[in-house]
């Protein structure tokens, strides 16, 4: 019998395999050094940047899990005397990151009653059945979802509408929905890849509800970040960011505007709008001309779904009733409702988490009124709530929710560390640089990192430099971190950079040489409306940003910096 070869050591296939076993014990020893000065100087700046190093390394490859990297705080934090464990504990659990699970419950309430279906069909209708009119129609309702829910959460509800009506399109040969094989080849048992117009549409609805997520403060985890690390930083601030003056901030230019330039700049490039004798051109054009046929078979779509149920109706009025709770804590113009109580200090988390316990208490019908004065026989079981607990469960993404608390911890323990300081001296070199130059360098490099790693984890890192950056130029702190916050989630080339890219890429095939090209002009857009609306309409809206504050000097000052 032969001897079976000896298995032969192939460094290749090991760090192939398995590099990520590798590197989680490599770069905490790389950066090892840092550790060792903090202990032997007694420095806890070096104590901290080890640890602030070692978890931007870690998210940045990805060697563990980033919500896993998340948690490091609540171990490395107390060990290196940083920030107490009870401190740690209620970062990860802050008002701002309640807001934000309320707001995640809430759409998912949405989703429940599919509520979201009967409103993107009720647009669609109305914008009519051609491929542009239905591209317009998508991301009218993907940027109107994305203000008020997460963007992932908005994208992922936008996906299978968008999938029904590209099935409706190949099914009725209004165009050719997928490349051909020599177009885009593809293996035996692989999907075929969606065509440039189909693409359009699946991207469309990304780029939308990132856009929409810019509007509000629970739109998206980016906006959530600044609100805690702000807040956080700088408790004495004159300028409270709240749900209404963000909103009033970010709206017209950022949401307005820069939607109807995505969309005229995706119809240029992707359906052959100005470019009629180009191919897709002709296609659309020849699509347009059968737009009857699908408008009847989405209206019969609608029909389908029957008249609103009751549980419809409760959950467009408690949508409704959590727009108008949270932008009236504190409007700014009038007293908001937050005033009116002789209690101790509330947060917008307060008035969403009304609803949020109503709709897990309501039923979502109520004949069993009929049988409070009636007589037996009586109904032999319990109705729903309009909210399912098991449902809620399964569907929150708990992870971001870790995320979010981490990045928290870190610019607790930065700030207590004195890491800050040692970062605002490194900056001295940009004193005397007009605020709009810092803003063009400062948005710039969060949109060049945020374009390979998730805008959240890249937020937790740059926001606490850019609140140092600030004190240090002495520039009021929202013109540098909320330009540079907002243009995390304008980085549209790559599926890693936002939420909704991820889903869209992986739930339509879309390959990432396709997302990169899509993502050149909306980025770029972006950009530029980002600096346009901070120095012109933000300074309406926020007009003592227009120089140094006293509070931040105080701040400055405290900070020894």
Same mark, same amino acid.
């Given at each position: 019998?032969?001897?079976?070869?000896?298995?032969?050591?192939?460094?290749?296939?090991?760090?192939?395999?398995?590099?990520?076993?590798?590197?989680?014990?490599?770069?905490?020893?790389?950066?090892?050094?840092?550790?060792?000065?903090?202990?032997?100087?007694?420095?806890?700046?070096?104590?901290?940047?080890?640890?602030?190093?070692?978890?931007?390394?870690?998210?940045?490859?990805?060697?563990?899990?980033?919500?896993?990297?998340?948690?490091?705080?609540?171990?490395?934090?107390?060990?290196?005397?940083?920030?107490?464990?009870?401190?740690?504990?209620?970062?990860?659990?802050?008002?701002?990151?309640?807001?934000?699970?309320?707001?995640?419950?809430?759409?998912?309430?949405?989703?429940?009653?599919?509520?979201?279906?009967?409103?993107?069909?009720?647009?669609?209708?109305?914008?009519?059945?051609?491929?542009?009119?239905?591209?317009?129609?998508?991301?009218?309702?993907?940027?109107?979802?994305? #203000?008020?829910?997460?963007?992932?959460?908005?994208?992922?509800?936008?996906?299978?509408?968008?999938?029904?009506?590209?099935?409706?399109?190949?099914?009725?040969?209004?165009?050719?929905?997928?490349?051909?094989?020599?177009?885009?080849?593809?293996?035996?048992?692989?999907?075929?890849?969606?065509?440039?117009?189909?693409?359009?549409?699946?991207?469309?609805?990304?780029?939308?509800?990132?856009?929409?997520? #810019?509007?509000?403060?629970?739109?998206?985890?980016?906006?959530?970040?600044?609100?805690?690390?702000?807040?956080?930083?700088?408790?004495?601030?004159?300028?409270?960011?709240?749900?209404?003056?963000?909103?009033?901030?970010?709206?017209?230019?950022?949401?307005? /505007?820069?939607? *109807?330039?995505?969309?005229?700049?995706?119809?240029?490039?992707?359906?052959?709008?100005?470019?009629?004798?180009?191919?897709?051109? #002709?296609?659309?054009?020849?699509?347009?001309?059968?737009?009857?046929?699908?408008?009847?078979?989405?209206?019969?779509?609608?029909?389908?779904?029957?008249?609103?149920?009751?549980?419809?109706?409760?959950?467009?009025?408690?949508?409704?009733?959590?727009?108008?709770?949270?932008?009236?804590?504190?409007?700014?113009?009038?007293?908001?409702?937050?005033?009116?109580?002789?209690?101790?200090?509330?947060?917008?988390?307060?008035?969403?988490?009304?609803?949020?316990?109503?709709?897990?208490?309501?039923? *979502?019908?109520?004949?069993?009124?009929?049988?409070?004065?009636?007589?037996? %026989?009586?109904?032999?079981?319990?109705?729903?709530?309009?909210?399912?607990?098991?449902?809620?469960?399964?569907?929150?993404?708990?992870?971001?929710?870790? #995320?979010?608390?981490?990045?928290?911890?870190?610019?607790?323990?930065?700030?207590?560390?004195?890491?800050?300081?040692?970062?605002?001296?490194?900056?001295?070199?940009?004193?005397?640089?007009?605020?709009?130059?810092?803003?063009?360098?400062?948005?710039?490099?969060?949109?060049?990192?945020?374009?390979?790693?998730?805008?959240?984890?890249?937020?937790?890192?740059?926001?606490?430099?850019?609140?140092?950056?600030?004190?240090?130029?002495?520039?009021?702190?929202?013109?540098?971190?909320?330009?540079?916050?907002?243009?995390?989630?304008? /980085?549209?080339?790559? %599926?890693?950079?936002?939420?909704?890219?991820?889903?869209?890429?992986?739930?339509?095939?879309?390959?990432?040489?396709?997302?990169? /090209?899509?993502?050149?002009? %909306?980025?770029?857009?972006?950009?530029?409306?980002?600096?346009?609306?901070?120095?012109?309409?933000?300074?309406?809206?926020?007009?003592?940003?227009?120089?140094?504050?006293?509070?931040?000097?105080?701040?400055?000052?405290?900070?020894?910096?």
């Amino acid at each position: 019998m032969a001897e079976p070869e000896p298995r032969k050591f192939l460094l290749h296939r090991c760090c192939m395999f398995h590099w990520k076993g590798k590197a989680i014990i490599i770069i905490p020893l790389i950066i090892l050094p840092l550790l060792v000065m903090g202990f032997k100087y007694n420095k806890a700046e070096y104590k901290c940047m080890y640890l602030i190093v070692t978890m931007a390394l870690l998210w940045i490859t990805e060697t563990l899990p980033i919500y896993v990297t998340a948690f490091f705080p609540i171990v490395f934090c107390p060990l290196l005397g940083l920030v107490s464990i009870e401190v740690v504990c209620q970062l990860y659990f802050s008002n701002t990151v309640v807001m934000f699970l309320g707001g995640l419950i809430v759409a998912l309430g949405i989703e429940y009653c599919n509520l979201h279906t009967r409103i993107a069909l009720s647009v669609i209708q109305i914008v009519g059945g051609s491929p542009r009119r239905l591209f317009v129609g998508l991301m009218s309702v993907s940027v109107f979802m994305g #203000l008020w829910i997460s963007n992932s959460a908005g994208t992922a509800m936008m996906c299978p509408i968008v999938k029904a009506v590209v099935n409706e399109m190949e099914t009725n040969n209004i165009y050719p929905v997928y490349m051909t094989q020599e177009e885009e080849p593809v293996g035996e048992g692989e999907p075929p890849h969606p065509s440039k117009i189909t693409m359009a549409l699946y991207i469309g609805v990304a780029y939308a509800s990132t856009i929409g997520g #810019l509007g509000t403060l629970i739109g998206t985890g980016t906006n959530l970040v600044f609100k805690g690390i702000y807040d956080q930083r700088f408790p004495t601030s004159e300028e409270e960011v709240t749900f209404a003056n963000f909103m009033m901030f970010s709206i017209p230019i950022l949401v307005v /505007c820069n939607i *109807t330039l995505v969309i005229i700049a995706m119809l240029t490039t992707h359906m052959g709008l100005f470019r009629p004798k180009s191919k897709t051109g #002709l296609i659309i054009k020849e699509a347009s001309a059968n737009r009857k046929l699908l408008e009847g078979v989405l209206r019969e779509r609608y029909k389908s779904l029957g008249p609103m149920s009751c549980h419809e109706i409760q959950m467009s009025i408690f949508f409704g009733l959590m727009i108008i709770v949270l932008f009236s804590r504190k409007p700014g113009f009038l007293p908001g409702w937050s005033e009116f109580f002789n209690a101790k200090p509330m947060g917008s988390s307060t008035g969403m988490f009304v609803i949020v316990l109503l709709l897990f208490v309501l039923p *979502t019908q109520y004949v069993f009124f009929r049988y409070c004065c009636g007589k037996p %026989p009586f109904p032999g079981q319990a109705l729903d709530a309009l909210l399912s607990w098991n449902y809620v469960h399964e569907k929150i993404p708990w992870g971001l929710v870790f #995320l979010l608390g981490g990045g928290f911890a870190l610019a607790e323990a930065s700030k207590n560390s004195g890491v800050n300081v040692m970062i605002a001296r490194a900056m001295q070199v940009l004193i005397g640089m007009p605020s709009i130059s810092v803003q063009l360098i400062t948005i710039v490099l969060s949109m060049f990192f945020s374009t390979f790693n998730s805008s959240v984890v890249i937020a937790n890192i740059v926001l606490p430099i850019l609140c140092e950056m600030a004190l240090v130029l002495e520039m009021h702190p929202l013109v540098v971190t909320l330009p540079s916050c907002l243009s995390l989630s304008m /980085c549209y080339f790559l %599926p890693v950079s936002t939420p909704p890219n991820a889903i869209v890429c992986n739930y339509a095939n879309i390959k990432t040489k396709y997302f990169a /090209c899509c993502g050149i002009l %909306p980025t770029i857009i972006g950009y530029w409306l980002v600096i346009l609306n901070t120095n012109t309409w933000g300074m309406i809206i926020f007009p003592e940003s227009k120089s140094f504050p006293d509070w931040a000097q105080e701040i400055k000052n405290q900070s020894k910096i």
